[in-house]
């Protein structure tokens, strides 16, 4: 048996699939016949239970005339947020800076012994 997903995560996926299935005028069969799927596995797609394959993903994606990347993306959301973090301007600068420090501490050539301070290299 397939895992579901109690928390609709793929709620978005769903959505955008049956959209555009409705759109076309297209039957949850018609399409699983294109995709080479059981329709009721159509069925637990469109209402965000199931989580498709790449591979799937990609077919029925071509078979609706939809992006790949993007409904990929609506499938894989953890993918997306590795990606594309949602994270505030302030909370990404200073990740930024955290790396930067680090990286550059990693990479600097001397430090001033007495005076503690420290001669940076900056990577080209």
């Known amino acids: 048996m397939l895992p579901t997903d109690e928390t609709g995560q793929y709620a978005e996926f769903g959505a955008t699939i049956k959209e555009r299935r ?3 005028s297209m ?3 018609q ?4 995709v080479g799927v059981k329709p009721n596995y159509i069925g ?3 209402r965000g239970l199931r989580k498709p394959s790449d591979e799937i ?3 029925i994606a071509d078979v609706l005339g939809l992006d790949q990347k993007e409904l990929f993306f609506m499938a894989n959301p953890n993918v997306r947020e590795i990606l594309h973090p949602r994270e505030q301007p302030e909370q990404m600068e200073s990740c930024v800076a955290r ?7 990693r990479n600097s050539r001397s430090v001033n012994a007495p005076t503690g301070q420290m001669s940076m290299t900056f990577p080209e």
């Open 31 to 34: 399409v699983a016949e294109q």
């Open 27 to 29: 039957t949850q069969e």
């Open 44 to 46: 637990y797609l469109e």
């Open 57 to 59: 993903c990609c077919r």
């Open 99 to 105: 790396y930067q420090t680090r990286h550059w501490k």
């Open 22 to 24: 409705l759109e076309l």
